[in-house]
């Protein structure tokens, strides 16, 4: 999606230990004609895959999947991180390991929230070492619900998560793949 | 707003101890059709005012900001709960106490995000202690920015919150003011 790397290259900070800031348009700033632009294009990407819910993970996922939704006119569902007495049903839950916040952590979906007959795609901010991925998939495969894809809007491809999810047969699909950002220049994967 | 209310009514749940689960269509899962409805009553409630950012706070604010700042076609910028490595900057923090999980966090937002030209409006699901709008707020102000009002789903009008922050001369907007819930019936305040 050329004007989303193009977005990247213009306000995206690199920093060290492969850290991409894109704070602030993405994921603490929201620039949200960006946020539009990126929900129309994943609706062309998964065109005609009867996707009947959006399954994405707090915090900075909510609103792009919020967005896309608006597109897809389906309902959107969040993974909680954290337990709350306001989350009592019964869950599917799975743990994530972050690289971020140096820890596990559980990730969790009221059952009644997914059943056999949907149909999910996944949409999140970020794809690197994949495990916040891993735990989203292992919930939709709990439920019994089917897999369309993953709409991923930066995957940092110099890291194994996009090959490991695509060898397990998922559709990932990424806006802006970056294979490579060494000495700060953002080196784009032609999509 | 009446299609709010009669959604609670249909789909809410009351619990002991004051708990009104809404999680099958505000924050858990979304009805996106009807985020999308919220927002422009929100854009309705606050037009003329110039408002140019929204804020709110993770995890449950950053859908309905998302999709009611496509209708004022501006930002949002979200609080952050917790500390990473990628948020490195300089911080606007106030200290939360969440009655939900019973314990103090902080919230934060990095200063370059919030500046004295800003004209806000604050958005949020739930108005209930009014601990997490107080932080908002006490951010809003320490950035020098111009609080324009605040934007809220439910408010539960049999506790404080609501009253405080009028109190303090900031523009409350409830959709849905709950005046009462015992033995599981929901009383709304005419609004």
Redesign the interface.
Same mark, same amino acid.
């Given at each position: 999606m050329q004007l989303l790397q193009e977005r990247i290259i213009k306000d995206g900070i690199v /920093?060290d230990?492969d850290?991409l /800031?894109v704070? %602030?348009f993405l994921n603490? !700033? #929201?620039? #949200?004609?960006l946020?539009?632009k990126i929900g129309a294009e994943f609706k062309r990407l998964f065109l005609g895959k009867n996707i009947n819910k959006i399954l994405t993970i707090?915090? %900075?996922g #909510?609103?792009l =999947?919020? +967005?896309t =939704? !608006?597109h897809f006119? +389906?309902?959107?569902? *969040?993974a /909680?991180?954290?337990l709350? /007495?306001?989350?009592?049903g019964e869950t599917y839950l799975s743990s994530v390991y972050s690289y971020?916040?140096q820890k596990n952590y559980d990730v969790q979906?009221?059952k009644? *929230?997914l059943t056999k007959d949907d149909r999910i795609l996944i949409i999140d901010d970020f794809l690197a070492r994949g495990k916040a991925l891993l735990g989203l998939i292992d919930i939709v495969e709990q439920s019994g619900a089917s897999l369309i894809g993953a709409g991923i809007v930066i995957e940092k491809g110099f890291q194994e998560g996009g090959a490991i999810i695509r060898n397990m047969g998922v559709d990932v699909k990424s806006l802006a793949i970056i294979d490579s950002m060494e000495n700060g220049k953002i080196v784009f994967r032609n999509l």
């Open positions: /920093k230990g850290i /800031k704070d %602030s603490h !700033q #929201i620039d #949200i004609d946020y539009d707090e915090a %900075s #909510i609103g =999947a919020c +967005v =939704a !608006q006119h +389906v309902p959107v569902v *969040f /909680k991180k954290t709350s /007495k306001n989350l009592d971020t916040h979906v009221e009644k *929230f």
